[in-house]
């Protein structure tokens, strides 16, 4: 048996989930630490992410979420990514733990350095020129169903 993968797809992915560690990064920035991811959906074509938030964003924090996430992409950030290291040491230096997971020992981490950091088990770019400029189609709570 072949198995071949599909470059472009994978690579679309790829973008969309290093994208999704910086609009976390930003939301936290621009709203405040009790931001926390609630779940999100990674394709080829979009991204969607669910994060606990009491209020709808204004207009002027949609507009810095997005400043702050374009700010790193013109900053040609290398994505470091650690394949293991202690889950104590991760957490020490600051690396977020979401969704109330279980954890091995040793963990692999998401370095975008000065913006994020997180554990994390995904596929990401090399560097954040690797993303597009960044919009925000819409915002919805998620009792909207939408």
Not at 98 to 107: G, P, Q, R, T
């Amino acid at each position: 048996m072949r198995c071949r993968v599909d470059a472009a797809r994978r690579q679309s992915i790829q973008v969309h989930h290093t994208a999704t560690h910086l609009l976390h990064a930003a939301l936290r920035n621009v709203l405040g630490v009790h931001v926390t991811q609630a779940g999100s959906l990674v394709e080829s074509k979009r991204l969607r992410f669910d994060f606990t938030h009491p209020q709808a964003l204004t207009q002027d924090e949609l507009t810095s979420v997005v400043s702050f996430m374009n700010e790193a992409i013109h900053a040609q950030i290398n994505v470091k990514v650690v394949d293991s290291e202690p889950l104590q040491a991760a957490i020490g230096r600051g690396a977020m733990s979401l969704f109330n997971e279980k954890y091995a020992d040793h963990v692999r981490t998401v370095d975008i350095a000065g913006y994020s950091l997180e554990l994390c088990g995904g596929t990401h770019i090399q560097n954040t020129k690797e993303l597009f400029p960044i919009h925000i189609l819409s915002e919805a709570a998620i009792a909207s169903g939408k």
